[in-house]
């Protein structure tokens, strides 16, 4: 039995990033979030029903901002890193769609972006992003199964996982994903 080399797997890294999805890194639970109970979470399939875990991040402002917050209109939960090429690519989707569709809430769960909102949020901004971005906790990323980044899981208004899709999507995509969960 052969041995698994370092080039090895860096090679496999590699061709996943080709393809769309970069690995997810270990990354620290940032100290501005708190979890609450467990729900149900989606598997990361095409399409599911199950209700959305509930978290509670700190905005900018040092507000507490709930998922729930956002019940009655859909959500988008667009999971990222500074550091992935396939994230950096639809970013500008993101944005587009964002400013098109101010009806729908879009938001950025970073991923080794900084432990804190604003750390998040000014990755974001150097980076182009227009909507809020807030930092993904490992026990986030775990409830709705993030496999890989980037990660977009589509929120009906009911607060229910429509959809969920790894690897880089494109405006028109993210719009049909969100034009379904309606």
């Not at 978290?55 to 900018?60: C, K, Q, T, W």
Request: with cysteine; charged share 20%.
């Amino acid at each position: 039995m052969k041995g698994i080399t370092i080039a090895g797997i860096i090679g496999v890294a590699a061709s996943l990033s080709v393809f769309g999805v970069a690995l997810v890194g270990d990354e620290t639970a940032a100290s501005t979030v708190k979890e609450k109970e467990p729900a149900a979470v989606a598997a990361s399939a095409s399409t599911s029903s199950a209700s959305a875990h509930e978290f509670e991040v700190e905005g900018l402002l040092g507000e507490p901002v709930r998922l729930s917050d956002f019940r009655g209109k859909p959500v988008v939960l667009n999971f990222w890193a500074p550091w992935c090429p396939p994230c950096r690519a639809e970013l500008p989707a993101f944005s587009a769609y964002a400013k098109a569709n101010p009806d729908v809430k879009v938001i950025g769960m970073a991923v080794d972006a900084g432990a804190t909102t604003k750390a998040a949020d000014a990755a974001g901004k150097r980076m182009g992003i227009v909507y809020d971005i807030y930092p993904a906790t490992r026990s986030i990323m775990s409830a709705f199964q993030v496999p890989g980044l980037p990660t977009t899981v589509i929120l009906d208004a009911r607060g229910e996982v429509s959809s969920t899709h790894t690897g880089a999507m494109t405006e028109a995509q993210l719009s049909r994903a969100v034009d379904a969960a309606r």
